[in-house]
């Protein structure tokens, strides 16, 4: 075993790039192999309406995360926007561990704070009441209960909805606000944070309570794969490009 931890998200897998599928796949064979730990932070997928739904590209990933495990390297999911709905029948059967949507670690001695990042973009109100809505328990339980047809369609829907809304806002809007990272961080007693969602791949950083701290934004897979790699032994992070 090795002395690493990854940290990927926004992968956005889906049938129509199978690129992005196979880049993901080499990843896991070369990179991530005997590491100590995966830490998926959301948007894994680019739609999931529910663990019945059964695809190959789903059994291909279900079986690459398995094997891995089998390994010995620990496999942590946090869910997205665009993934919501990973359940309880995916992470046994990917062997893998859900995480909620805020989850403190510790890489080194350092308290850190990982989440998926949409709650951050406090502007995005239009966003945040379809999250709401979204994560209602009844909502998600009377969507699991139509036909995986019916649930396609109502995906569709959603994302020519997400995608319109994405092209109509302004990207300051669709940012995180910076009160409230200080608040999320305040809260959980971290002076770092690493997230996903926004697809401004970056590190800042800035003073809380008069004090350093460090907020680490992760790429997106658009073009290539790319993955925070953390090294426990000289307590360093770098960003690894995946191609």
Known sequence: ????????????????????????????????????????????????????????????????LRNLRAQGTL????RGNRDFLLGK?????ASCQLLPDEHVIFLGNQRTLLMHGDTLCTKDIKY???????????????????????RKQIAQQARKMSYDHVSSTTPEIMDVTQEEVE??????????????????????HFILHEKPATR????????????????EERDTQEFLKIT
Request: some cysteine; aromatic content about 12%; hydrophobic content about 45%.
């Open 89 to 93: 029948q995916f992470m046994r059967q």
């Open 128 to 150: 945040l009441q379809f999250r709401k809505r979204a994560h209602n328990f009844f909502v998600q339980k009377l969507f699991l209960l139509k036909s995986l047809s019916k």
């Open 75 to 78: 496999i942590y999911i946090m």
């Open 183 to 204: 608040r999320v961080m305040t809260h959980h007693h971290v002076a770092h944070l690493i997230h996903g969602h926004t697809h401004r791949p970056e590190v800042h």
């Open 1 to 64: 075993m090795t002395n690493s931890i990854f940290f990927i998200a926004d992968l956005h897998l889906d049938d129509s790039r199978p690129d992005i599928v196979s880049i993901f796949l080499k990843f896991l064979h070369q990179n991530v192999v005997h590491s100590k730990a995966l830490y998926i932070l959301g948007d894994f997928f680019e739609t999931w309406i529910g663990d019945d739904h059964d695809t190959p590209l789903h059994h291909s990933i279900i079986c690459a």
């Open 216 to 231: 680490t934004v992760l790429a997106p897979w658009h073009d290539h794969g790319s993955a925070l790699r953390y090294d």
